[in-house]
C-alpha cells in the first residue's frame, strides 16, 4: 500500500533560522510523483513543486530547496532564512495509479510556526 | 491561479438531510477529485472523475456519491449526512498525459458542519 508518512507534526522556529521538513513515502510503483503543498491559515492549498521518480536532483527556488532521495524514499523540504509568512501546513503527497488515472496519497502534514 | 470555484462555502445541515456541494472549473481539465481534510487525517480521496459520467471511488468514498454531466462541473452528494461527514471538503482539478501525473490544483474549500 501507498503511504507518506510526516513524523514532524509541529515544528515552532524562530524567524531566519533554517528548517527542514521531512517526508518519507512507501510505494511499489516503478514511476512514481512526488509533491508539496502548502496550507497557509488562510486555508487554501497551494501547490509548491513536483518530481518525478527519475529525477534525483535537488530542486532550489528561492529560498525553498527540496532534497530527493529514492535510496532512503525521502523527500525533504527545507527553507532557508524562515519567515513569519511561512507559517503553515505543508503536507507531502505522493502519486497512486488507480483504475482510470491516479490521485494524490497526502501525508498528515507538518504545522510550521515561524516567529518573529 | 486556476479557474476553480466551490459553492457554497459554508454549510450547516442537519442529520439525515441531503447536501450537494458543487465544484465549477474553467480550465477544461479532464481529471477532477473531491477530498476531504479532517484533523488528523491530512486529505483523503473521495472520489474522482476522469471525464465526463466517468468516475471512480476513493479511499473514503461510503456515503458519498459524485456526478459529471459537463466537463466544468463536479457534484458531490451526501445522501443523508451523518455527524460524521463534518469535514472541509477540497475539489481539484489536474491534466495528465501519457502516464504522466501533473500536479493538481484546488478549490477553495467548502467548511460543511453536520448537526
Known amino acids: 500500500a501507498q503511504k507518506v508518512t510526516q513524523a514532524q507534526t509541529e515544528i515552532s522556529v524562530v524567524e531566519k533560522e533554517d528548517v527542514t521538513l521531512d517526508c518519507v513515502y512507501e510505494t511499489r510503483d516503478t514511476t512514481y510523483y512526488l509533491f508539496w503543498y502548502k496550507q497557509p491559515p488562510s486555508g487554501e492549498l497551494v501547490f509548491l513543486i513536483r518530481r518525478n521518480s527519475f529525477d534525483e536532483q535537488n530542486e532550489i527556488s528561492g529560498r525553498y530547496s527540496w532534497n530527493f532521495q529514492k535510496s532512503t524514499s525521502s523527500f525533504n523540504f527545507t527553507i532557508t532564512a524562515s519567515q513569519v509568512v511561512d507559517s503553515a501546513v505543508y503536507f507531502c503527497?505522493?502519486?497512486?495509479?488507480?483504475?482510470?488515472?491516479?490521485?494524490?496519497?497526502f501525508g498528515k502534514g507538518t504545522s510550521l510556526l515561524v516567529t518573529p | 491561479d486556476a479557474g476553480i470555484t466551490q459553492s457554497p462555502r459554508h454549510k450547516v445541515t442537519e442529520t439525515g438531510t441531503p447536501v450537494t456541494l458543487r465544484c465549477h472549473q474553467t480550465?477544461?481539465?479532464?481529471?477532477m477529485y473531491w477530498y476531504r481534510q479532517d484533523p488528523g487525517h491530512g486529505l483523503r480521496l473521495i472520489h474522482y472523475?476522469?471525464?465526463?459520467?466517468?468516475?471512480d471511488k476513493g479511499e473514503v468514498s461510503d456515503g458519498y456519491s459524485v456526478s459529471r454531466s459537463k466537463t466544468e462541473d463536479f457534484l458531490l452528494t451526501l445522501e443523508s449526512a451523518t455527524s460524521s461527514q463534518t469535514s472541509v471538503y477540497f475539489c481539484?482539478?489536474?491534466?495528465?498525459?501519457?502516464?504522466?501525473?501533473?500536479?493538481?490544483?484546488f478549490g477553495p474549500g467548502t467548511r460543511l458542519t453536520v448537526l
Open positions: 472523475s476522469y471525464g465526463v459520467k466517468d468516475t
Open positions: 503527497a505522493l502519486s497512486e495509479r488507480t483504475n482510470s488515472g491516479y490521485a494524490l496519497n
Open positions: 481539484a482539478i489536474s491534466e495528465s498525459t501519457a502516464g504522466i501525473y501533473n500536479e493538481q490544483f
Open positions: 480550465e477544461n481539465h479532464r481529471y
